[in-house]
């Protein structure tokens, strides 16, 4: 497909608007087009369906995207860029652009005045500083959404998919994948982007379960114990839950805990799965 922003017109296209990427929004503009098609592709969008794109830019993957969808609405942050999204957009009848923050935006009415209330596909390509904010609204908010494809930082990619005992496994590995299936697309080196970030990107698709793979009586302990794990992770899980629950629970408690949740004393946060912390968080809910 050819697009009206392409690698050697990116730079072109900000100065005859008399822009520069900033640095205050960490953006980085794709530019690739085989990564832009592999971005629609795995959505999975289609004509029945509302597409949200978080941070438009250039526009470029919101062309594919109106293509693909039967709507697409783009939250832009960035009051400087909507002159530039009304240029490459041109001619995209379904699109609306919101010049707003996504953490601020209220999605749920978004949602229901769109779609009907119906789920949505999410697609982005996100800056790197504001990543997890934004995933942690999209995912634990309740929002009736299907999927999440994102290009993030490699690095944040492999923690999501990280596994219990590894480097990369923690609070975010376990919090998606509490609420979706996820999966990495593709890599995505640095010369796709205009300007090029000084480090590798991956697309990832987040698949939202039905429902969780555990179950627990109180989300809200499971994944405040989980936060007072890797909040501390070179401790041991009984020290951690002591030092952020002060003079809640003794160390006598804490250790009944979980021996009855099967677990052995000296057991570090970072080696436990989703299940372990379910089961600990389930027999804590019943004392």
């Not at 990543?131 to 923690?159: H, N």
């Not at 039905?210 to 007072?228: G, H, Q």
């Amino acid at each position: 497909m050819s697009d009206p922003v392409k690698k050697k017109t990116a730079r072109e296209i900000l100065k005859s608007h008399e822009l520069f990427a900033r640095k205050r929004f960490g953006q980085n503009f794709l530019v690739d087009e085989d990564v832009l098609d592999d971005i629609t592709e795995a959505s999975m969008v289609t004509k029945d369906d509302f597409a949200l794109e978080i941070g438009p830019g250039l526009g470029v993957l919101t062309r594919r995207l109106s293509e693909a969808a039967r709507e697409v609405t783009a939250v832009e942050i960035d009051t400087e860029l909507i002159p530039v999204l009304e240029e490459t957009l041109s001619g995209c009848t379904n699109v609306t652009v919101l010049n707003q923050d996504i953490l601020k935006t209220d999605l749920k009415a978004l949602i229901r005045e769109r779609n009907g209330g119906k789920p949505i596909a999410v697609v982005a390509n996100l800056p790197y500083y504001i990543t997890t904010p934004i995933l942690m609204k999209l995912l634990t908010t309740g929002l009736p959404i299907r999927s999440v494809t994102v290009m993030i930082q490699k690095e944040v990619a492999e923690r999501m998919i990280a596994g219990p005992g590894s480097r990369e496994y923690g609070a975010l590995s376990l919090a998606v994948n509490y609420y979706t299936e996820p999966e990495i697309v593709r890599t995505v080196p640095p010369s796709s982007f205009y300007p090029r970030p000084k480090v590798e990107s991956a697309v990832i698709r987040l698949m939202k379960r039905e429902k969780p793979p555990v179950a627990v009586e109180d989300e809200n302990l499971l994944f405040r114990l989980i936060r007072c794990s890797f909040n501390h992770r070179r401790k041991t899980l009984v020290n951690g839950l002591l030092t952020e629950n002060k003079g809640l629970w003794t160390r006598e408690q804490v250790l009944s805990f979980l021996e009855e949740a099967g677990l052995p004393p000296m057991v570090r946060g970072e080696s436990l799965s989703l299940e372990d912390f379910a089961r600990l968080t389930n027999v804590i809910g019943y004392f």
